[in-house]
């Protein structure tokens, strides 16, 4: 059995933040829930990505308009075949959160790593 890793912060720099460290060869990143919130009142753009944004795996874009937007997300899907789906990176990549805005943004994200 997986075990289950939490970690958090505040993302505070335009372009690329990394929020989970590639975990090393062999191994892939399997996020279960991932938070991210606009912490000021400044409008932002979030998108996550499966590695650096130069590697175009985006996971999810969201628009944080005002202080509070952001997004939870339930990385387990359940398909119309009764199949139970899930997102998961690709080897050796990292977690990362790209922003528009050098303004803070809070991250929770709990995760798993499993070997490919």
């Known amino acids: ?8 912060g505040a993302a505070s720099s335009a372009g690329d933040n ?3 460290a590639a975990p090393g ?6 996020p279960v829930m991932i ?3 606009n912490n000021t009142t400044t409008a932002d753009t979030l998108i ?7 590697d175009t795996r985006k ?6 308009q005002a202080q509070g937007d952001g997004i ?23 977690l990362v959160l790209n922003k528009a805005q050098a303004v803070a943004t809070n991250y929770s994200v709990w995760y798993y790593t499993e070997s490919v």
């Open 59 to 64: 996971i999810m874009t969201v628009l944080a």
């Open 1 to 8: 059995m997986a075990t289950l890793t939490f970690t958090s």
């Open 18 to 20: 990394t929020i989970v």
């Open 72 to 94: 939870t997300v339930n990385c387990n899907f359940n398909g119309d075949d009764g199949e139970t789906y899930q997102i998961k990176l690709t080897a050796n990549k990292a």
């Open 25 to 30: 060869a062999g191994l892939r990143i399997c």
């Open 35 to 37: 938070i991210a919130q």
């Open 48 to 54: 996550l990505y499966d590695g650096a944004n130069t």
